[in-house]
């Protein structure tokens, strides 16, 4: 199980790299910004179908932010 804090700070680094908003990240899979702040805070773990909607917003793969490495 990915731990949610390393998990959350995965997504903002890549979300901060590919310069999108928390509010433009929200908007793209259908969550408030709050939510988006709390996935990446590490206080709330996203859940699968949030996951996959982040990973197709940040064309990314699940490996990308999952592995430790």
């Known amino acids: ?17 590919k310069n999108i908003t928390q509010e433009r990240l929200g908007e793209m899979i259908g969550v408030g910004t709050t939510h988006v702040s709390h996935i990446e805070t590490g206080n709330t773990m996203p859940s699968m179908k949030t996951f996959v909607k982040i990973i197709n917003a940040l064309e990314c793969s699940a490996d990308e932010l999952l592995s430790e490495e």
Do not use: W
């Open 1 to 17: 199980m990915a731990d949610c804090s390393n998990l959350g700070k995965r997504i903002r680094a890549m979300r901060s790299k």
